[in-house]
């Protein structure tokens, strides 16, 4: 059953001990068994070696199998479980035309009642689990009180009820993290068509033209870095076009302070007619 719109189906997993990796342990028995295979036979080092050659391609490509396909790496690399207490991975696979599916990391806070939260975030959403209901939701804001609920209303009060609050809705602010350059440059490495690049120039190492093939092999590595530069200057300045922080007059333990908009949380309560130099309000959709 989808859990809104953007998320069709959620699975928890547990990642399993690097040892006993899909890509790692089935391979480790067939190079003992193959080695002590051809221990006991005589005059077939070529043999061996050649199969040497085989279990080891297809040890690479199942490993980058694991970075093409989401669901062969939780295949491979976790294992399922149905109570999210265990869990640490979730795999979010998103309705048609909404995203791709991912494997993002599972997160618990305690609530101002101290009771464990669950929660993950895709798409820069939060999704908690709802433990009556069995089931993943999406943060529900405060937005449907009454007229009287919200006149009664006196901000927070104290540090803890801000932090309680930080922890469960956020700040004010859509963080756009640039992701490193050796991240983005792996991601493009493991492309199946750079693969595949690089498995022809191996092949044309065996042969007289291994200082051709090593120079092609400089230009391929050149070129990703290139791109990789210009994807990072790009998103840098995707980031620098976000509207900048004003400073506004925020209630909070029980005085007026002047914090910065990006620091409001739901709950606020924020003054529109004692901004600074006459400044319009900015639009706060988190308050």
């Not at 989808?2 to 899909?22: E, K, M, Q, T």
């Not at 795999?91 to 494997?103: A, D, H, I, M, R």
């Amino acid at each position: 059953m989808a859990i809104d719109n953007l998320i069709d189906s959620v699975a928890l997993y547990v990642p399993r001990p690097v040892a006993f990796h899909g890509a790692i342990f089935p391979f480790v028995v067939l190079y003992i068994s193959w080695s002590s295979t051809c221990y006991f036979t005589d005059n077939l080092l070529d043999f061996f070696f050649a199969g040497i050659f085989a279990i080891g391609i297809a040890q690479i490509l199942c490993s980058l199998s694991c970075y093409w396909s989401v669901s062969f790496r939780c295949l491979l690399s976790c294992r399922r479980v149905t109570s999210p207490k265990g869990a640490a991975l979730v795999k979010v696979l998103p309705t048609p035309n909404n995203g791709f599916t991912e494997l993002v990391m599972l997160n618990t806070f305690q609530d101002q009642d101290l009771q464990t939260v669950t929660w993950f975030r895709y798409q820069e959403i939060k999704y908690i689990w709802n433990d009556e209901k069995k089931c993943f939701h999406s943060l529900e804001f405060p937005i449907a009180n009454t007229i009287e609920q919200y006149g009664n209303c006196k901000g927070y009060n104290s540090d803890e009820q801000l932090s309680r609050a930080v922890q469960l809705y956020g700040r004010n602010r859509l963080n756009i993290q640039l992701p490193k350059f050796n991240d983005l440059f792996i991601e493009r490495a493991t492309a199946p068509f750079f693969v595949f690049q690089v498995f022809c120039i191996a092949l044309w190492c065996f042969d007289k033209y291994w200082y051709y093939s090593l120079f092609t092999l400089a230009m391929l590595v050149l070129f990703e870095c290139t791109l990789v530069k210009q994807q990072l200057r790009n998103m840098e300045e995707i980031r620098n076009m976000g509207n900048k922080p004003i400073h506004l007059h925020v209630y909070r333990n029980k005085k007026w302070q002047s914090l910065l908009s990006d620091e409001l949380t739901p709950g606020d309560i924020v003054s529109i007619t004692r901004t600074n130099n006459d400044q319009t309000t900015p639009n706060t959709p988190n308050t």
